[in-house]
């Protein structure tokens, strides 16, 4: 060999030199795969707000829809707690409820089914002993006071649902039923709303590195 040939780098040596890599620092491939947490969980968090809120004003809605037929026509019973019954379908029982017709003479156009005897004629202001609609085990499960809803279903004057006092207001009338489908339309949009801004604010975080 010549020293001309000797001083002269081997080109595969060369490109070996040219082509090493920068060690690694510590951590650094950990930082570049790290899952990005908050992004997600506001944006999970949005999803889940809005869909507890869709889910209300569909039960809302439902239930607008299961009261439109008692609309104008129907009564509310303040009840006192009574007495336990065995429920006439499940292994639990229902409350017993004792209060007193309205005033209204068309509440004695038909007999009137307590739930706990046959149809009877009865007077307007007549004080009644009736079948709750809810169940459950023990006394506590049921309100001390509750209010009826009064109808008139398949030619007799029922009850057709009880709850706490106060939660059929002055009765069932047309203006409660479109409440009632507002605040179910309220809550669907609120939902959508929700969960839209919880997914574009996750997606800032995304792009802001977060």
Known sequence: MTEETT????????????????????????????????????????????????????????????????????????????????????????????????????????????GLADPRPVEPGEEIVFRGTQTGSREDDFHAEADALLAVEDGTLQVVATDEAGAYGEGITAGTVAWERTKAALLVLGGLAVAGAGLWWARRLWLRGA
């Open 7 to 114: 001083g002269r780098r081997d080109p595969f040596f060369a490109f070996d030199d040219e082509t090493d890599e920068r060690p690694e620092e510590p951590g650094e491939g950990r930082r570049g795969r790290t899952v990005a947490w908050k992004p997600i969980g506001v944006g999970l968090l949005g999803l889940l707000l809005g869909l507890v809120l869709a889910v209300s004003g569909a039960l809302t809605w439902d239930d607008s829809r299961r009261i439109a037929g008692y609309a104008d026509r129907s009564w509310v019973v303040g009840g006192q707690y009574q007495d336990l019954t065995n429920d006439l379908r499940t292994k639990d029982y229902n409350p017993v409820y004792r209060g007193v017709l309205p005033a209204d003479p068309a509440v004695a156009e038909q007999p009137f089914d307590s």
